[in-house]
């Protein structure tokens, strides 16, 4: 139902039952806040969308307030300017003055409204901050004094996310945001996913640099610099050099990693191609004995050590595949450097990675072979565009180039690990096919439901009928878990992506100010797929090649030796 508000003079229609601030921007008017989250209940904690609304004496905070049949609102009156500006000057009373030198310097929203506001000097006095710096975790560095309270990071964490690491501490002046016992970030139960580095407004929380360590390796003549590019990357960046949104710029980063000094430059899609290999192997292995059924995706860092921490039961259940930057990182050490006559020990293997958790995988003790870590660094989308940037290349003048041999040629499912539900329709594409020996279409699949917020289909192949589920963002495995339990429905495996619509959405992809553009990402993948040929990692002959050349069968001695790994239960404070 519509009803008409009259805003700044002008006649407006709004629905029943919104909030005066989605009734303005969806009418194109914009009202600064800090504090509100889309899709999350208001907090009002910020006070920044504050409004004038007629009949009130004190200002309205648009984010909580309902829109009601003939209000009339100011959004932008001196009283409100003046009231917006006060509330950023106390924010910058006690915010370190060192924007010059911060992580979100350019993409700072706290910056912008200051200068929106036209704040050009101090006049709140300065409040010393006492919060040490927090340099523990592999993924994520936590600047308390560049916090503002706004509560966002507590709430993607704790309503999106389900894992709660952050909470309010104390109140009043003396309140700030920690985690439990105020531990440092090693010592919680964060999971290193990222979203909320996403959702942080300052720099209070960013992803731990290794940016330097790269540029070291490339400048030593003895170091064989080698990268590979996770499948979403080349969907996310184009933006941050002045291209059209979510352009396929693959070919492109291949030209400016090697003008930048990489040796090697590989794409991840091919080691998603062999990890769906080895996963369906895995999968019609346990189908016919019966045990550890479903299986539970492996390819999401931060899902595993969710499961580690709150689920260790489950741990059996998960595939033991490596996710394919391991498989890749693997695959370069023990295949690649031997074929080519390379010592492993000179090789710095390097991932462009769109997940803050990806950090942490790569230094687990898992993650080794003969001494050697699988992966040495892992630089997030942001650190890429910031690498590309530095060394001054043009990414616009380039001319598209391919990957290197032998990792150069994927299939779609490959590329389709970039979203969610994508390493799961690759991995029915290649149970069919190792059943059937032909390709799957889409009248074999049949979409089934189970519970709210987990897409579900089932297919035949060989006269076995397998079921598969799709959990979009953690929140949502708090919901199939019960299923399983009681046993209502029979599934078969279980694909989990931590961040809501899959690895495009990753904590280390671009700051995006709307969703639009994650979803633009997705839809570029799902183009990608529909119009490319080799639809099935069964059909891709560089992933045929590495198995004729070196792995010899799927789940054999030496996938077995370099492809798997093992999980354990993690003892954290809760």
């Not at 910020?46 to 409004?51: A, P």
């Not at 060192?98 to 992580?103: F, K, R, S, V």
């Not at 975790?137 to 964490?157: E, F, N, Q, T, Y």
């Not at 992506?497 to 633009?520: E, I, R, S």
């Amino acid at each position: 139902m519509n009803i008409n508000i009259e805003v700044n003079n002008r006649t407006l229609q709004a629905h029943k039952g919104e909030t005066i601030l989605e009734a303005l921007n969806r009418n194109g008017i914009r009202v600064p806040t800090l504090c509100n989250m889309a899709d999350l209940t208001p907090s009002g904690a910020c006070r920044l969308c504050v409004v004038e609304v007629d009949g009130r004496d004190n200002l309205v905070t648009s984010c909580s307030q309902m829109v009601e049949e003939g209000m009339r609102i100011n959004t932008h009156s001196p009283r409100v300017v003046r009231a917006r500006k006060t509330l950023v000057e106390l924010l910058l009373a006690n915010h370190p003055d060192d924007c010059l030198y911060c992580e979100r310097n350019g993409s700072c929203e706290l910056q912008d409204l200051a200068a929106e506001l036209h704040i050009r000097e101090r006049k709140v006095l300065h409040k010393s901050f006492t919060q040490k710096l927090d340099l523990s975790s592999p993924s994520i560095v936590r600047d308390p004094a560049k916090c503002i309270l706004c509560g966002r990071c507590i709430r993607i964490c704790d309503e999106v996310q389900s894992v709660s690491t952050f909470e309010f501490v104390n109140r009043g002046c003396n309140m700030y945001v920690g985690t439990t016992m105020s531990r440092d970030l090693n010592f919680s139960n964060c999971i290193g996913c990222g979203q909320c580095v996403l959702v942080c407004p300052t720099g209070a929380l960013h992803e731990r640099q290794n940016v330097a360590e790269v540029m070291d390796a490339l400048s030593n003549p003895e170091i064989i610099p080698i990268v590979q590019i996770a499948p979403s990357i080349s969907v996310s960046v184009a933006t941050e050099f002045g291209l059209k949104p979510s352009k396929d710029v693959n070919g492109l980063l291949y030209t400016s990693l090697r003008k930048i000094g990489f040796k090697y430059v590989f794409d991840t899609a091919v080691a998603a191609d062999i990890a769906t290999s080895e996963m369906a192997s895995e999968l019609i292995a346990r189908k016919e004995s019966g045990n550890n059924l479903p299986m539970f995706s492996s390819c999401c860092p931060a899902w595993v050590k969710f499961v580690e921490q709150w689920y260790p039961n489950y741990i059996p259940a998960l595939s033991a595949v490596k996710s394919p930057q391991q498989v890749m990182g693997s695959l370069i050490r023990n295949y690649f450097a031997s074929a080519n006559g390379i010592n492993p020990s000179k090789i710095f293997s390097v991932s462009v990675m769109p997940c803050l958790a990806k950090k942490f995988e790569a230094q687990r003790e898992e993650m080794t072979t003969r001494g050697l870590s699988d992966v040495d660094s892992v630089i997030s989308t942001r650190e890429l565009v910031r690498l590309i940037k530095l060394y001054g290349v043009d990414i616009q003048g380039v001319e598209p180039q391919h990957a290197d041999k032998p990792f150069n040629i994927r299939s779609s499912a490959g590329k389709l690990f970039g979203i969610s539900g994508g390493s799961a329709e690759a991995l029915a594409r290649m149970v069919y096919f190792k059943l059937t020996s032909k390709e799957i279409n889409d009248s074999k699949i049949n979409e089934i439901k189970i519970v709210s917020g987990v897409k579900a289909y089932s297919f035949n192949a060989a006269g076995k009928t397998f079921t598969f589920a799709v959990v979009n963002g953690l929140k949502n495995i708090h919901s199939i878990l019960p299923v399983l339990v009681s046993g209502e429905v029979k599934l078969d495996y279980i694909e989990v992506m931590a961040c809501t619509g899959g690895c495009v959405n990753g904590g280390g992809q671009p700051y995006v100010d709307d969703d639009k553009f994650v979803k633009l990402r997705a839809k570029t993948i799902a183009e990608i797929d529909e119009a490319e040929g080799i639809k099935c990692a069964a059909r891709n002959p560089v992933v045929q090649a590495i198995y004729d050349d070196f792995l010899g069968e799927t789940g054999g001695e030496k996938s077995k030796k370099f492809l798997y790994t093992r999980y354990s239960k993690r003892e954290v404070l809760l």
